[in-house]
T-cell receptor, first 114, second 111 residues
Framework: AQSVTQLGSHVSVSEGALVLLRCNYSSSVPPYLFWYVQYPNQGLQLLLKYTSAATLVKGINGFEAEFKKSETSFHLTKPSAHMSDAAEYFCAVSAVSGNTPLVFGKGTRLSVIA | DARVTQTPRDKVTEMGQEVTMRCQPILGHNTVFWYRQTMKQGLELLAYFRNRAPLDDSGMPKDRFSAEMPDATLATLKIQPSEPRDSAVYFC?????????FGQGTRLTVV
């Protein structure tokens, strides 16, 4: 069985500040891990994915995440927040490969203050 | 620009009516998922198909929901009869490998 816990349903940062969104996973098999972003009234867009290659994964829009097996974590970071980063962010896990169903966390809403 | 297309984008219907949502997966993708998003439950899997065959529909209320893939270019999700608790955003996603691509969703409101 797999599960994802996102710590903090709402995170607020100032423009230009570091963004850190936390995700911890549980998986009985080596996991595939993903971060998706959802803008209002839109679908989910993939930010980045971990598929057992490099533990530091770089994604779109300046985001990156580090897979830490010992901590069962996959936190999302961005050095400098932009107003356009305000959205809902979802961490997800799947077993075996990306063509098996995703199990999502509850999401974290990111607000960026000018 | 390949994308997953869902229709309709918005649907308002009366309780008891049949609702059909459609999804056109990305050409060449052999796996299709249906997810439902609500404020209370978040994103949850309803059903998924591989090569048009249903693999798991345990997330769907069987008495009122049905999902099919009549062909490789169309997936449908039907609710009959609809109930107010079915109000949610329904997403279709498709994949051919390591990542799933999501459609824009169908926002269903049952009054």
């Amino acid at each position: 069985a797999q599960s994802v816990t996102q710590l903090g349903s709402h995170v607020s940062v100032s423009e230009g500040a570091l963004v850190l969104l936390r995700c911890n996973y549980s998986s009985s098999v080596p996991p595939y891990l993903f971060w998706y972003v959802q803008y209002p009234n839109q679908g989910l867009q993939l930010l980045l994915k971990y598929t057992s290659a490099a533990t530091l994964v770089k994604g779109i829009n300046g985001f990156e995440a580090e897979f830490k097996k010992s901590e069962t974590s996959f936190h999302l970071t961005k050095p400098s927040a932009h107003m356009s980063d305000a959205a809902e962010y979802f961490c997800a896990v799947s077993a075996v490969s990306g063509n098996t169903p995703l199990v999502f966390g509850k999401g974290t809403r990111l607000s960026v203050i000018a | 620009d390949a994308r997953v297309t869902q229709t309709p984008r918005d649907k308002v219907t009366e309780m008891g009516q049949e609702v059909t949502m459609r999804c056109q997966p990305i050409l060449g993708h052999n796996t299709v998922f249906w997810y439902r998003q609500t404020m209370k439950q978040g994103l949850e899997l309803l059903a998924y198909f591989r090569n048009r065959a249903p693999l798991d529909d345990s997330g769907m209320p069987k008495d009122r929901f049905s999902a099919e893939m009549p062909d490789a270019t169309l997936a449908t999700l039907k609710i009959q009869p609809s109930e107010p608790r079915d109000s949610a955003v329904y997403f279709c996603a498709s994949t051919s490998g390591t990542e799933a691509f999501f459609g824009q969703g169908t926002r269903l409101t049952v009054v």
